[in-house]
């Protein structure tokens, strides 16, 4: 699964790093780019991107990088624990001062 499907990866690059919160701004430092190289890159207006920055991506966006590349997987990488078991991440809330 060396191939990157580019067809499938602008949209969820932007899938991802919106989920997470993240700017154009953050992602594009991530990967030593600018901002409007990773805007082109989710729009599809370039294949140049490389399968080094995408495993760096998926890993800021702590998703599963085989999805990012466009393959149908889970976004999310199964972890599995010593006993077998897969393990569930569970975000944590923002505490606001009103909860206090």
Do not use: C
């Amino acid at each position: 699964m060396n191939k990157i499907i580019f067809e499938k990866v602008g949209a969820r690059l932007k899938q991802a790093r919106e989920l997470r919160h993240i700017t154009l701004e953050e992602a594009g430092k991530k990967v030593d780019v600018h901002k409007s190289t990773v805007l082109r890159w989710e729009n599809g207006e370039t294949e140049k991107i490389k399968l080094p920055v995408i495993e760096m991506l998926s890993s800021y966006y702590n998703v599963n990088p085989v999805w990012l590349m466009g393959y149908d997987v889970p976004m999310q990488e199964t972890i599995i624990d010593e006993l077998g078991n897969p393990v569930v991440s569970i975000p944590l809330l923002r505490h606001s001062k009103s909860w206090i």
